[in-house]
């Protein structure tokens, strides 16, 4: 094949409509060969091209006949001494970093690790085995596709309701999705997908990793799998997993008709990435590619014995932030995804570790930095997953002006409060009203605040109110696995239950804690399945488990129908009444007659200093006044909607609260009672009674009286 000097700059094979440009970031190799592969079957490289020149330390060349559809890995020469943070191996074949389609995946023999396995030297010995018959490798691609008219929701923070699901998951078992197309991105690009994501009100999905990723070995071996997909392998490369047909180029096309057909619809896509390890592990992992491209550049390794690798993620390496080339990996990834992918925001797995400059989390960091002034990157949704598994790496509240976060502590204050734990009311209201306290002294909005009761990664809302202790079980691992604070209430009973009274309160206890969500100001988010009553039979670490434990029932039993239709009911609500999304803080004062925010007692009084310091309410209520707020919109419109009345209690008994004024001339209507749903339309005097049920919840709003004719 005709070799010609070609460019250090774009990184990775990239197709120009006549040929491709080849370019190999290294600093400690000392030759960089290109290795051609025929099929995914091939167990050689039919070709090996050394790349001739060396610029800005990138290997780099151009090769006029290499066309899209070709199947190629990289060799790289160079030192093999681990104990100075040194790894190259030329006898393994490695995948480009900036790869666009996976061709073939990994498959494990020891020959995919750099050292002999079962060595006493461990990794300090070289394993000279060819690894190209199991290694993965990377699809060159033509980009062009047709996006048509293609044009961003651009929902605005305050009114986004987020989606967190799992490709596979959320459309395995649907039947009214073709059978072809479960499973895939284009089982979510499905009209029966679709017509879901609308009907429960979702403005945007949150995808779990989709980068392609690697299932460990150790998984493999039992016969399980990194479903979750937290082990990236390549940045830049749709997960071939979700294709409906063959690997390669189609992996890409079926994610752009995805992101199309959603787009269509009015719903952004978020991602969940993982930038913060890589898929290769500890010192005793395998070399894929960057461990064998330059180990000591892409990772972050023990100062004073670069042998061992700084761990901040619990999976056994941790990306090198302070490296430039590490930077230009990340941010021309998450570039790639928004330009040519076009999604709309990212979701940053253990984010705190992309901060670690030094060994503390720094917060004005070189990625935040260079996020905040890109001038694409700074327009899109930016969450934060705000803490890791290092020290200090609990950050919820410290991101900069232009993130939202994750908000941990509102997952747990909500759990709490519903529990019935003594103490947790004046906290449930803070976070109940964006937590202000961790976002407004950095002038940041309620929107800054991801609240969440569940997600992938714990209990579903189905187990949380009906087990106390996990039962993991499935995953091989003893049941030692999984976090073991849930915060859970299972009405006294664990596991399944026929008592239908038990079933009742589970009931309540699930449309208490969704309710309390979709009534928060800030972000929620919801679970995918936890409005169809998902069950994970209490695994509350389902990472492995590509099975009927993880993937979505879509077969309703009538109270989880009635549950369903609940979820979008209240998430209508949300949309219909701004008061529900205020893009400000409440500020508590009066406007035009009547408080923005009012909280009360049971007895119809406003709680005090002393109220809120007592130790043991578990009832309370809040008014949102609708009609009295000075918020406007993007378009200059003042946001104007009902005052809402939400009565909560914890409390074991009933509990009748005092209604306050609704105002001038008007009554309340009942909208939702999560003990009495038959309330719903009933009216109650502006200063009547109201018997709430224990553990429950009720929403009310202004009622004007029909003047008679």
């Known amino acids: 094949m005709r070799v010609w000097p070609g460019r250090p700059y774009p990184l990775g094979v990239t197709w120009d409509g006549g040929g491709a440009n080849v370019a190999l970031f290294s600093e400690s190799a000392s030759k960089v060969e290109l290795c051609l592969f025929d099929s995914p079957k091939a167990e050689r490289e039919s070709e090996r091209i050394a790349l001739p020149h ?54 494990w023999f020891d020959e995919m690790f750099g050292y002999r396995i079962g060595d006493p030297a461990e990794d300090l010995s070289l394993d000279d085995r060819d690894n190209a018959a199991f290694a993965p490798l990377a699809c060159v691609i033509d980009p062009a596709f047709t996006w048509g008219e293609d044009r961003r929701p651009c929902t605005p923070w305050h009114r ?34 679709i017509a879901h994501l ?38 830049f490369a749709p997960d071939l997993r979700y294709v409906s047909r063959e690997p390669g180029a189609e992996s890409v096309r079926e994610f752009k008709r995805m992101v199309h057909a959603l787009h269509s ?35 972050r390794t023990v100062a004073d014995n670069p042998r061992y690798y700084m761990d901040y993620t619990g999976c056994g390496n941790t990306l090198n932030m302070r490296h430039p080339r590490v930077l230009q990996l990340i941010m021309d990834s998450l570039r790639y995804w928004v330009l040519d992918m076009h999604v709309d925001g990212f979701r940053f797995d253990l984010a705190s570790a992309l901060a670690r400059e030094l060994h503390e989390v720094d917060k004005l960091g070189a990625f935040f930095d260079i996020i905040r002034q890109d001038p694409v990157l700074s327009q899109v949704k930016l969450i934060a997953e705000p803490w890791d598994l290092g020290e200090g790496g609990y950050q919820v509240g410290s991101f900069p002006v232009g993130w939202t976060e994750w908000n941990g502590k509102y997952r747990d204050a909500i759990r709490r409060f519903w529990r019935g734990d003594g103490g947790a009311v004046s906290e449930f209201a803070t976070r109940l009203c964006g937590s202000s306290d961790l976002y407004e002294h950095s002038s940041r909005r309620p929107y800054a605040s991801i609240n969440f009761i569940t997600a992938h990664d714990g209990f579903t809302l189905q187990d949380l109110v009906s087990y106390n202790d996990k039962h993991n079980e499935a995953n091989g691992e003893s049941n030692g696995d999984g ?33 309390t969500l979709l009534l928060s100001q800030g972000v929620p988010m ?88 007592a130790g043991f309410v578990r009832s309370l209520a809040v008014r949102l006044a609708g009609d009295v707020i000075d918020d406007v919109d ?68 202004t009622k004007t009286p029909q003047k008679a004719e």
């Open 160 to 193: 986004t309701v987020i989606y967190e699901l799992h490709v596979k998951g959320f459309t395995q078992l649907h039947p009214d999705v073709p059978e072809p197309l479960r499973g895939t991105y284009l089982g979510i690009a499905s009209e029966a997908a």
């Open 265 to 299: 619809a009015e719903i952004e896509v978020i991602l969940d990435v993982v930038y913060n390890h890589t898929a290769e592990g500890n010192h005793l992992g395998p070399t894929l590619s960057l461990r064998g491209i330059d180990n000591a550049a892409y990772y």
């Open 483 to 515: 976090s073991s604070n849930n915060l859970s209430w299972n009405c006294g009973v664990e596991g399944p239950s026929e008592d239908p009274a038990i079933g009742g309160l589970r009931s309540r206890q699930k449309r208490n804690l969704i309710g």
């Open 54 to 107: 060396y610029t800005d330390l990138v290997w780099h060349a151009y090769l006029p006949d290499l066309q899209p559809g070709q199947l190629y890995g990289f060799r790289v020469h160079g030192p093999y001494d681990p104990q100075k943070g040194h790894r190259c191996n030329p006898n393994k074949v490695l995948l480009d970093p900036y790869a666009k389609a996976i061709g073939r995946d990994v498959a």
């Open 198 to 235: 609308k009907k429960i009100g979702a403005t945007a999905v949150e995808l779990m990793p989709v980068h392609h990723h690697v299932d460990d070995r150790h998984l493999v071996a039992r016969g399980l799998r990194n479903y979750w997909g937290y082990n990236t392998l390549a940045f």
């Open 634 to 701: 993007e378009r200059g419109e003042r946001l104007v909607g009902d005052t809402l009345m939400v009565l909560l209690s914890a409390h074991d008994g009933e509990i009748s609260f005092c209604l306050p004024p609704a105002g001038v001339e008007s009554a309340w209507e009942v909208i939702a009672d999560t003990a009495a749903p038959q309330r719903r339309g009933a009216t109650v005097p502006a200063d009547g009674l109201y018997a709430l049920h224990s553990r429950s919840l009720a929403i009310l709003k």
């Open 526 to 613: 919801m679970l995918a399945g936890d409005e169809l009553s998902h069950t994970q039979h209490g695994n509350n670490n389902a990472y492995c488990q590509d099975n009927e434990i993880s993937w979505l029932a879509w077969k309703l039993t009538d109270e989880e129908q009635e549950f369903f239709e609940f979820v979008c009911q209240l998430i209508q609500l949300r949309h219909d009444q701004p008061v529900l999304h205020r893009p400000q803080f409440f500020q508590g004062r009066a406007l035009r007659g009547m408080k923005d925010l009012s909280w009360f007692e049971p007895s119809g009084e406003e709680m005090t200093d002393e109220s809120w310091n």
